[in-house]
């Protein structure tokens, strides 16, 4: 086996992805970071969805329809919504 980060050959269990702890916290590292970007960026897009949403419903505990028109003009995300 070939470490995914160095490229080293691998000693010991035959699982073994990394070559040492150094290059597993590296990757575990860069995943999270990446990972952070991607959540961010939908949090973001949800978010907005919501606050649309908030601005056109009010404080209405009831369901209303909405134009979809209504949505784009201002700037709703329809593949991003958490309900509908």
Known sequence: MICKICNKKITGRKDKLFCSV???NYYHVNL????????KELD????RNRSILLE???????????????LEKKHFVFKYHTHQ
Not at 32 to 39: L, Q, S
Not at 56 to 70: E, F, L, P
């Open 22 to 24: 150094k290059c597993k």
């Open 32 to 39: 999270r970071k990446a990972t952070a970007v991607v959540v």
């Open 44 to 47: 973001n897009i949800l978010h």
């Open 56 to 70: 056109i419903m009010g404080k209405r505990k009831i369901q209303c329809r909405v134009s979809r028109m209504v």
